[in-house]
């Protein structure tokens, strides 16, 4: 079974300041995808990364992907409030089978 | 346009009830998920169907769920003798068309909040 491992799991951060979240997960996949998810609220789709060496960027947002290590990160720029949520990354595997990690909580500070 | 939407919103039963929950995926689209979110985790997967087919069925825990697509549209995620751990979220979501490697979006449902007294 293909596991998504995503850290950190609570990031907590001052704005203006710069971070990022990294997912790895366990077996071969070409497509990986990035949720929001604010409280009580359901996922958006923030991102599809398609092939190694994939980068995907949206205002303060940054998506990269590497196959070779199983690996992709969600680098954040200059952080405002507003993109405090909670991050999924996702995986398909078998095409249409998604698997998520547990999610980054985070949290921007004024 | 309309997104995806499910119903109830909140669904509150008593442990060995019979429940039924409704998803209507955005007009057109042939593919739909089921997942289940617990408090604190990521979506996990239950059900995939292609049109009226149940084309991934995986990822549901045991016998007591079942879902359906009749008509290619709407779906029912059904669960039997309702068990205390069956209470989560329950997300739907719909794609156009099969991700086919072409990374084709999941649209999410509101989901639907089930608890298991």
């Known amino acids: 079974e293909l596991k998504v491992e995503q850290n950190p799991l609570f990031l907590s951060m001052q704005e203006g300041k710069n971070y990022t979240i990294y997912c790895n997960y366990s077996t071969t996949s070409d497509r990986l995808y990035w949720y929001r998810q604010d409280p009580g609220k359901s996922l958006e789709s923030l991102f599809v990364?398609?092939?190694?060496?994939a980068v995907k960027q949206e205002g303060r947002l940054m998506a990269s992907l590497d196959t070779k290590a199983r690996l992709s990160t969600l680098h954040i720029t200059a952080a405002v409030h507003d993109l405090s949520a909670t991050y999924f990354c996702a995986v398909a595997y078998n095409f249409n089978k998604f698997y998520f990690g547990s999610g980054t909580k985070l949290n921007v500070k004024p | 346009g309309a997104g995806v939407s499910q119903t109830p919103s909140n669904k509150v039963t008593e442990k060995g009830k019979y429940v039924e929950l409704r998803c209507d995926p955005i007009?057109?689209?042939?593919?739909l998920y089921w997942y289940r979110q617990s408090l604190g985790q990521g979506p996990e997967f239950l059900i995939y169907?292609?049109?009226?087919?149940?084309?991934?069925d995986s990822g549901l825990p045991n016998d007591r769920f079942f879902a359906v697509r009749p008509e290619g549209s709407v779906s029912t995620l059904k669960i039997q003798r309702t068990e205390r751990g069956d209470s989560a979220v329950y997300l739907c979501?719909?794609?156009?068309?099969?991700?086919?490697?072409?990374?084709?979006?999941?649209?999410f449902g509101p989901g639907t909040r089930l608890l298991v007294l």
């Open positions: 169907f292609q049109g009226t087919g149940a084309a991934d």
């Open positions: 979501a719909s794609s156009p068309i099969p991700d086919r490697g072409l990374g084709e979006t999941q649209y």
């Open positions: 007009s057109g689209h042939t593919a």
């Open positions: 990364l398609l092939s190694n060496g």
